[in-house]
């Protein structure tokens, strides 16, 4: 049974920085693409970033303020580990951070990922 578990979200000031961390068991980490998605409250779940942990290739949102010039996304395939680091973070970013494995279809920006996390909380304080 695939289970993703993150951790690293909290509370921060705007500005501030923290890195998000997804540990994957139950399947080998690096055979299939990883997601970040974020689902702020009364909003729909989108889209973050993702990362094909094999060839080491990474997609970013892009959308305002763009998340790639902010956000970074990485593996480590000896800890079956997917990261996400956020740097100067804005009150917008505020939402709850979901890690996903393994899409369900050809599109890797939906969410329509076979396994997700529980999701981890980040708060940013303007």
């Known amino acids: 049974q695939v289970q993703l578990t993150e951790s690293g979200g909290g509370l921060v000031q705007a500005g501030g920085s923290l890195r998000l961390s997804c540990v994957v068991s139950?399947?080998?980490?690096?055979?299939?693409?990883m997601a970040w998605f974020r689902q702020a409250p009364g909003l729909e779940r989108e889209f973050v970033a993702s990362?094909?942990?094999?060839?080491?290739?990474?997609?970013?949102?892009d959308y305002a303020d763009a998340v790639k010039c902010r956000f970074a996304i990485s593996g480590d395939n000896a800890k079956n580990t997917v990261y996400l680091q956020m740097n100067s973070l804005k009150p917008e970013d505020t939402a709850i951070y979901y890690c996903?494995?393994?899409?369900?279809?050809?599109?890797?920006?939906?969410?329509?990922?076979?396994?997700w996390g529980q999701g981890t909380q980040v708060t940013v304080s303007s």
């Open positions: 996903a494995a393994q899409p369900a279809g050809a599109s890797i920006t939906t969410a329509l990922y076979l396994y």
């Open positions: 139950g399947r080998t980490f690096s055979s299939t693409d």
């Open positions: 990362l094909n942990p094999k060839y080491g290739n990474t997609y970013y949102a």
